[in-house]
């Protein structure tokens, strides 16, 4: 077939809701799409993208104009089938895709619906667990792997049914560094070698570079499109979008600003390297002064000592998930554990509010042994505030005001209180009050969802807040919003623990870093003693934030002393380097 694989025709959108105006969510959509792109979606939370995706195989209709998949117009009821099986779909959460109680059923699911033979499909299910790397475990219990790892299963599953498109809806938010890069090759593989369209949303910039098209959307419409190299070189018009350059592109307009003939369209950390070797000019080694976070020196509220934990414990299943874990957290700083899929850090931080009890050892959290009979969970749990990984989980009240006050109502303040807590609590997550406390939580967009989770917790106002991968899902805006709330939380005297696989998030905030390996803490140090150690977070699994890769490369060349690996920030970088232009 010759022509577009997937072709929109001034398509709009609207969300109906009852007793109010319906949510224009798609606004006047053009769009075709080759055989054999790779296309990525950008576009701030809220902005249609994932609304769009659905219209790409059939869950929603155009509310006005058309949607054709390999000729088909979606609105053939005969076509639905072959729609769904031409465009795999992996959504943003992958609990809600699910369906089985054993990974290779699960994986299974979409071979078996499409009537294959029982041959074949074990072909199938074969090869694409293979491709995830996720073989070793399918006889396992799906809701007992990590995010990251039912993730991939739901890849699996899409893949088992060898569609002609694949769409990717954030599908890489959760995993970490290393599992999102075994993605995005898969992604680009399939591509590349077997032809498949590609159509990935994310609001990763640097998941963008290798696209064949960017498309940036806003307001249900496509602003802006053309190669990354072309979107990423407007900044400012980017930045009005809510969204952003890549690290390396940031680092190179910075040079750039500094330097005019430094050029500033850079995308990877190789073109950078030539860039840099190309305008340095030689010199004597700058002055390095190492720079970074002061190690505040607070009391330690939160503490770890020697602590296990299993999972079905006494069941053949039984798995230990940590072991020997000490650690602490102290008054003011701001700490972040990383690790990579599986390694255990849910399990670590759910006992720094009690909702894990150790099995071994002992954690005791203000004062209080969490173990003891008389422990005041309560207590804890309002003077240490938790937001799980999948904020959806968190949301369980019908409207988004009733949902951030649920903690607060539990407090016995009055009605005024409460009241203005939630308000305080939803602009800080750049929810405006009047036109959302009235939206249903099920209809909100996943970054809409994940600021609500967290303005629930900030309404509790805790003394510390544990924040699991509390970015993922963001727009880039919101992202910068959070890290500077983080930021000015802190100075209020607040505590923070951040669990994240944004290495450049940590690299921005953190004052002390945890890693966790095998359910068990491999290292700890500052940002600089840690990320400077990109072979072992490597060998982990994780990586080092992208300056840091940056200067390491530069130093192989011999353009920096070898010390300079331990700057991890744009902005520590642009200054050093600036100096070598
Ligand atoms: N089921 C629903 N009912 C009502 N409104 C909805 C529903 N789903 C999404 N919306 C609204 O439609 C608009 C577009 O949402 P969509 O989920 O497409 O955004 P998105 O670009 O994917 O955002 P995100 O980056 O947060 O995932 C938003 O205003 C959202 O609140
Ligand atoms: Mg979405």
């Known amino acids: ?36 792109e790779y296309v990525v979606i950008l576009g701030h939370n809220g902005s249609g993208k994932s609304t769009l995706a659905k219209h790409l195989n059939a ?33 943003q959460s992958p609990d809600n895709q699910i369906v089985a109680t054993v990974v290779e059923e699960d994986v299974a699911f979409g071979p078996e619906n499409m009537g294959l033979p029982h041959g074949e499909i074990v072909r199938r299910v074969d090869r694409a667990l293979e491709q995830v790397k996720m073989s070793a475990y399918r006889y396992r219990p799906p809701h007992r792997l990590s995010g990251g790892q039912k993730q991939r299963v739901a890849i699996a599953g899409m893949l088992a049914m060898r569609p002609k498109v694949l769409v990717l809806d954030e599908s890489t938010a959760m995993l970490d560094p290393i599992g999102r890069q075994d993605i995005l090759d898969i992604a680009h593989r399939l591509n590349r070698k077997e032809g498949v369209t590609v159509v990935a949303i994310t609001h990763f910039m640097e998941e963008a570079v290798d696209a064949d098209r960017l498309i940036v959307m806003a307001e249900g419409r496509i602003q802006l499109q053309g190669t990354p190299r072309e979107v ?8 009005e979008l809510h969204m952003d350059a890549p690290p390396i592109t940031r680092l190179a307009l910075a040079l750039n600003q500094l330097h005019p003939h430094f050029p500033g369209d850079l995308l990877t950390v190789e073109e950078f390297v030539r860039a840099m070797q190309r305008h340095a000019r030689a010199a004597a080694p700058p002055l390095f002064s190492p720079n970074g976070h002061p190690p505040p020196a ?65 954690v005791t959290v203000f004062g209080q042994d969490t173990r003891d009979k008389g422990v005041d969970v309560r207590e804890i749990r309002r003077r240490v505030g938790m937001a799980f990984q999948q904020p959806e989980i968190q949301l369980f009240e019908r409207y988004v005001g009733d949902d951030v006050a649920f903690g607060p109502r539990n407090l016995g303040l009055s009605r005024e209180e409460v009241r203005e807590r939630v308000r305080e609590a939803m602009e800080a997550m750049g929810l405006d009050f009047e036109a959302f406390k009235d939206r ?37 805006h919101g992202r910068e919003q959070l890290l500077a709330k983080i930021l000015s939380w802190r100075a209020k005297g607040a505590t923070l623990v951040m669990v994240s696989h944004n290495m450049e998030n940590l690299a921005e905030l953190a004052d002390r870093l945890y890693v966790a390996a095998r359910g068990s803490i491999i290292m700890d140090g500052s940002p600089a003693d840690i990320f400077s150690q990109v072979e072992a977070l490597q060998s982990e699994g994780l990586n080092a934030p992208v300056v840091t890769l940056v200067m390491q490369a530069l130093a192989e060349k011999g353009l920096l002393p070898p010390e300079t690996t331990r700057i991890y920030t744009v902005d520590e970088a642009a200054s050093l380097l600036g100096g070598l232009l």
Request: hydrophobic content about 40%.
């Open 1 to 36: 077939m010759s022509g577009p694989i997937i072709r929109l025709e001034n398509v709009h959108f609207q969300y109906e809701r009852e007793g109010d105006a319906p949510i224009q969510a798609l606004r006047g959509v053009d769009l075709a799409i080759q055989p054999g």
């Open 59 to 91: 869950l929603l209709l155009p509310t006005q104009g058309d949607v054709w998949v390999n000729g088909w117009n979606t609105r053939d009821p005969d076509r639905v089938r072959d729609v769904r099986v031409t465009v795999g779909m992996v959504f």
């Open 232 to 239: 990423f070189r407007q900044v400012d018009r980017l930045r």
């Open 298 to 362: 607070g009391e330690k509220v939160i503490q770890y000592d020697r602590v296990g934990r299993y999972y079905m414990r006494g069941t053949p299943l039984e798995v230990k998930a940590i072991e020997g874990v000490t650690m602490h957290v102290q008054r003011g700083e701001i700490l972040g554990i990383i690790g990579h899929t599986g390694s255990g850090k849910s399990t670590i931080i759910q006992h720094a509010n009690a909702l894990l009890r150790p099995h071994e050892g002992r």
């Open 440 to 476: 249903m939580t099920f209809s909100l967009s996943g970054g809409e969802m994940r600021r609500v989770a967290l303005a629930g917790i900030l309404a509790l106002k805790p003394e510390v807040l544990v924040l699991d991968e509390p970015t993922a899902g963001l727009d880039p």
